[in-house]
Every structure is written in C-alpha cells, then in structure tokens.
C-alpha cells in the first residue's frame, strides 16, 4: 500500500508543503487554524512522517542509545540490567524517543558502538558498568553528545565529577548502605566480619569496599586484607570468594557480599562447606533483588531503586537533549531485614 505524501496532506489541508513541515517539526510559527487542519488531513490520511528526512531538518533522530559494558549473558541473565532497562523504558514510554541496546564488552564491540555514536545516529547517550578503561565518556564529551552515566566510575569517586566535566550521573549511595550491611552486622555481635568486593576499576565495586571499611572504623575494629576477596558481581564468583575467604578466615562469622548474586554464591559455598547460614555465618547482601527473596534462607540486604535509577537516568538525558545544565543525582539506599542475618 502506497504512504500518503506530504504534498497530499498539504493539498487536503488547503496550507504550503512548509506549513505542514512546521507543524510536524513542532515549531511555533504556525497559526492555530493551520495547525488543526494539517493535524486533521495527518489523522484522515494515516500520514507517518520519514524519520530520516525530519532528522535532516531537526538534527535529531528521537533515538537514545543504552550502552551497557557486559556480555549479552549478564545483560540479559541478571536481575540489575533488566531493572535499568525497564525504567529506562517506562519513562520514555510517553515519549517519542525510541531506545536501542547495545553490548560493548570487547574491543571490537566498542570499536563499533564507538563509531555509531559518532555518526550522529542518536540524540543522546546512557552509559552502564563503566570500568576506568572505557573511551566512551570522554569521546561523548569531546562529540557534545549529551550522556548520562548510571554509576560513578572509580576516577569520578576519586576526583570528583571534574575529569567528565558536562555529563551527568546516576548513582545509588553505595558507600552509606555498604556501611549500614556491615554495622548490622556487628551490632548483632559478629566479630569477624568478612567481605566479598566487587572490581575495583569500577565506582560501585570502590565504593561498597569504601562502605565496609567505614563501618569496622567506626567500630574500632581493624581492616585486614585477609578479610576480603573479589568479584566480577556474578553469583559464582561470590561463591569462589567465599571459598577463598574461609580458606584464609576458617572463623569468620559473618560476610557482606557487594551484590545479591555474589552473596547467593556465597550462602551456596557456606552450604557446600557444612556451614549454617546465620548460625555459623550470616550474610548480607547488596540491591534486594528478586534473588534475596529466593536465596535459603531469604537474603537481608541493602535496597536500591533500580528501576527507579533507569528512570532518572532516562529523565536527566531528556533533560540534557533538550537543552539543559549537567545535573546528576544520588538515590537513597535502606536496609532490608530478612533471615540469613
């Protein structure tokens, strides 16, 4: 079936081709007897405009790119990027914006993400699970493409927001629930707290450790090396950890794992070894995911809004696209009381 042109709906508006481009493009100058007429000829001849043309005349394409730094496994198999990707959606839902995905977990991935964004193919970027070694916010700035980061990366932790001058961020108060978890822990009387840390190159995984090693100053207690090993996030490298961890640590009694997935991993290994979870170990968690309720026994853990990340991150790119300052946020972090502590 043939598309009606803009000449047709111009002809059966009785305007200019122009007019209807006006009122297409949204622009102002355009009379409010004109406008309703193109919009009734759009309505009865089922016209759809040509994204690639308006593009030409706009320079923007009504399109945002999520570029998630993980394999398709992680994006697609864990809890946290589903979360940010359905708030991310929902708030563009009532938009006109529509979001494409990418995964730029290799070389060659981000060669060609690196190359999309550089053609002018979206009007603006949100970035996820940046280690310290990704190119892209610094060639987004250097492009003025506007880009909002979910998460600090470990620089921006330690520097502050000056090295991404003019992007915005997303983050949860990672460090503040870090350190409630583990006081949690020592107020039920542990004395050996351990912890399963995420990948330092990365703000979150810096900023949870920075949260566990606040809580045992505040305690008095002393930080020891020996009481922590790392993970990627995944479940079975929170197994791996803790494995390691009781290896080193045969008394510990009690483990903050910086994500639920890790700590699900970690109440598996303490299992496998014979050991109870909360009576020889408790176990504290990070995101209350869907995985903290399923866990035996259910996880306590800290909360964070996922979704609710995806949705100002999508809010504070709008915001920019249109026009507007940098600005950047912190979500608040609680913790949530189940049985494993």
Known sequence: MRRPTLDEVAALAGVGRGTVSRVINGSPQVSPEARKAVEKAIDELGYVPNRAARALVTRRTDSVALVVSESEERVF???FFAGIIRGVSSHLADTEMQLWL????SSAERSLVERHLSDQHVDGVLLLSLHDDDPLPDLLVRRGLPTVLGGRTARMLESGPS?????SFVDNDNEGG???AVQHLLDLGRRCVAAIAGPQ??????????GYREALRLASQPYDDRLVAYGDFSEASGANAMHRLLHLNPGLDAVFAASD??????IRALRELGKRVPGDVAVVGFEDSAVARQTQPPLTTVHQSVEGMGREMARLLLARIAGGPAHSTVLDTHLVVRESA
């Open 163 to 167: 090295g991404h001058a003019g992007i």
């Open 102 to 105: 990418a995964m730029a977990q």
């Open 201 to 210: 190159d990365m703000g979150v995984g810096k900023a949870r450790l920075r």
């Open 77 to 79: 198999g864990e809890p």
């Open 261 to 266: 997935l890790m700590a699900a991993g970690a």
């Open 178 to 180: 870090a350190c409630t």
